[in-house]
């Protein structure tokens, strides 16, 4: 490991994330929780509602995640009657993941706290302020440069 000058981390701004980060997953993670579901299946149906007619491909892509890793939690969702798998109309081979009613529901249950959270957050912010926000979290998107790619394995 090379040596690192601490004075140059900035720890604030790394813990006021890791925390925010924690309460922002918070209240879907009790509602998940309820239905024996975690994260993962948090991040699928949340994708599939908001892309309905996804790929499976665009989707594993989308979440940086290998077919392995996605095969349980997309089986569970199916399985629950979260999401529906269809063929492609073109293209058979293609499989196409759409939110069912339940689904769309859920995904909805899960974004309203989170979107009421952000909505807190916010109000006394200025127009120009929350677009400092906004372009702060698209600034943070995207792999580290010199940093390897890993498979998030879905939790």
């Known amino acids: 490991m090379p040596a690192v000058d601490e004075s140059k981390i900035d720890f604030e701004t790394i813990e006021l994330l890791f925390f925010a980060y924690r309460d922002f997953v918070s209240d879907p993670d009790a509602i998940l929780s309820k239905i024996s579901m975690g994260r993962a299946h948090h991040r ?13 491909t665009d989707l594993l892509d989308t979440l940086q995640i290998t077919k392995q890793s996605l095969a349980r939690v997309l089986k569970q969702l199916i399985d629950s009657g979260y999401i529906r798998q269809m063929a492609g ?30 909505g807190h957050a916010m109000q006394d912010l200025s127009a120009e302020q929350r677009e400092g926000v906004l372009a702060f979290l698209r600034a943070m998107r995207g792999r580290a440069e010199g940093l390897e790619a890993v498979d998030n394995e879905v939790e």
Do not use: N, W
């Open 89 to 118: 109309a073109k293209d058979r081979r293609q499989r196409r993941l759409y939110p069912t009613l339940a689904g769309r529901e859920l995904a909805l249950a899960l974004s309203e706290p989170q979107s009421r959270r952000i």
């Open 44 to 56: 699928v149906v949340y994708f599939v509602c908001r892309h309905p007619g996804m790929m499976v």
